[in-house]
């Protein structure tokens, strides 16, 4: 590693990038801050569905530790408070996927009234996995920089130097944004039209919205094209048979929660007889309808979309909406 180059008035480096950029580094990194700004851990507690106060007095009383090796296997990162929680936090960068991790450290939490077992991974990972005691989770790193970008940490020099390390050296911010895939099959369009949820095979990774491309061959009303955009609320992979109400709640906050919940239930529960096969649900909220369909383009352009949509196509929101505009000029003129 450079530490300063010539020409340079002083090292572009912060404290947190001689850690070196791998999960490692990103663990301890992440849980200094969490040792050092109370306002840090909390926020990450309250994130993880732990209530417990923001004081002093808890503040000392919970411990944070790194690398604890058990007969399991080595833990990246554990807090605890005794007699309220134990959290295990297992850490992944780059592609890997947490595997054996899953079931591995079940037998490490101590007998504390709620236990959480955390997977921050760099490409979300939202296999499910369901225990009677303990809380499994799963996280992708961008959550955990998103929670300090914001005005409560924006003059906290420590948390600033943290982000920085965090989206340099591990591209935090390369999140897909809007998921683009052909719908044609009539019973995937009624379960995106009727139950706000888009069904595939098992996939990873976490976009922020969903655009269905409407193929010659679904005869959809508006035509060939897309016609809507829908926020993804929360992505699960699992058996049809495993959804449960429960599962969907943490996805909203809206009003209407009860009824989204039953219409998402509703679109997996449509799979049922394949008992013994996964597939990734994405749940929506209501689209939004566009007043014109965007079509494919023909330049075979890098940031749209062009003949057969490959698994796991994403654009950028400047480009779609760049098409949005261009589509309505060109409407405007004629």
């Known amino acids: 590693m450079k530490i300063k180059q010539t020409g340079l008035g002083r090292t572009p480096l912060n404290t947190f990038d001689l850690l070196g950029a791998d999960e490692v580094g990103l663990s301890k990194a992440f849980s200094y801050i969490l040792g050092r700004e109370p306002k840090a851990l909390y926020r990450f507690l309250h994130h993880i569905g732990i209530s417990t106060k923001n004081t002093f007095s808890n503040f000392k009383a919970i411990s944070i530790e790194i690398e604890q090796r058990r007969v399991e296997g080595r833990t990246d990162i554990e807090i605890r408070q005794k007699g309220k929680f134990h959290v295990i936090i297992e850490s992944k ?32 990972d ?55 895939q052909d719908l044609s099959k009539t019973k995937e369009i009624e379960r995106f039209r009727k139950f706000c949820v888009y069904r595939r095979d098992v996939t990873f990774g976490s976009p922020l919205y969903f655009a269905p491309y409407f193929t010659r061959n679904a005869k959809q009303t508006k035509g ?20 449960e109400s429960d599962d969907l709640k943490i996805f909203t906050d809206t009003t209407d929660k009860d009824d989204l919940v039953k219409k998402w239930t509703k679109g997996v529960k449509e799979d049922s007889s394949e008992k013994d096969k996964k597939f990734t649900y994405f749940f929506l ?11 494919k383009d023909g330049t075979n352009s890098k940031k749209w979309i062009a003949g057969r949509i490959p698994k796991n196509r994403c654009v950028t929101f400047s480009e779609f909406t760049r098409r949005l505009i261009e589509k309505k000029l060109t409407n405007c003129s004629t």
């Open 93 to 124: 960068v780059q592609n890997n996927k947490v595997q054996s991790q899953r079931t591995q450290y079940l037998k490490c939490f101590h007998a504390e009234p709620q236990k959480i077992l955390c997977f921050i991974t760099q490409r979300n």
């Open 126 to 180: 939202f296999k499910k996995q369901i225990d009677d005691t303990i809380e499994i989770l799963n996280m992708g790193w961008i959550d955990i920089a998103n929670l300090f970008d914001n005005k409560q940490f924006q003059n906290n020099l420590i948390i600033k130097d943290f982000f920085s390390f965090a989206m340099k050296g591990f591209k935090m911010r390369e999140q897909k944004e809007i998921l683009i």
């Open 224 to 243: 060939e094209g897309i016609s809507y955009l829908s926020k993804i609320l929360g992505i699960l992979t699992l058996l049809p048979k495993e959804i």
């Open 285 to 295: 909220g209501e689209p939004v309808e566009l007043n014109t369909p965007l079509l």
